[in-house]
């Protein structure tokens, strides 16, 4: 029972959260934080070890998602979407959920660049990225959500589609 209800209230989460980034480019605050609150409330009721993994899985989003949110790559709303989906998944399933949304959000972003027709200028600015990366800034282009022809997706669809894939597939329950 306390699967289902944990299954039917991420699915729900993170539905609302998709829809309302594709909608207005936000996932709002008091969504992602009542999700938090939500997993963790069902990790309460299965246990101690089940608590202290979905507290895991919450600071492995934040520590995950903290320098991608610094480099203004990642808006707020993703990052927290992604610390709820911690309190759900726990510490363990959460690095295989976010390999799975980091694919899904590149074939969304290639796609929306494509429909665009913006996929080689985004291309070469990901190489100039990459370069100013790798080599600590003395090459390339520092860019980000506010640069001001940055393609901006919402990712908050990637992370809905690729958490409740992992869910279904791997975790299937608390």
């Known amino acids: 029972m306390l699967n289902t209800v944990a299954s039917a209230a991420l699915t729900v989460i993170l539905g609302l959260a998709a829809v309302l980034d594709i909608r207005t480019r936000r996932i709002p605050h008091v969504l ?3 999700g938090i609150a939500a997993g963790l409330g069902l990790r309460f009721v299965a ?3 089940a608590l202290v993994s979905g ?3 919450v600071l492995l989003a934040f520590v995950i998602m903290l320098p991608f949110l610094v480099l203004g790559v ?3 709303g993703d ?3 992604l610390m709820a989906m911690g309190a759900f998944m726990g510490g363990q399933a959460l690095p295989g959920a976010l390999l799975l949304i980091a694919m899904i959000g590149g074939i969304v972003a290639v796609i929306d660049a494509g429909r665009k027709r913006m996929l080689l200028p985004v291309l070469y600015n990901t190489v100039g990225i990459l370069s100013h990366w790798a080599t600590f800034g003395r090459r390339g282009a520092n860019r980000s959500l506010t640069s001001t022809d940055a393609l901006a997706i919402p990712y908050g669809v990637a992370i809905a589609i690729g958490g409740v894939l992992w869910w279904f597939m791997k975790v299937k329950g608390l």
Do not use: S
């Open 32 to 34: 992602t934080m009542c």
């Open 47 to 49: 246990g101690t070890d």
């Open 55 to 57: 507290v895991i899985g």
């Open 74 to 76: 990642l808006g707020g």
């Open 79 to 81: 990052g927290k979407l």
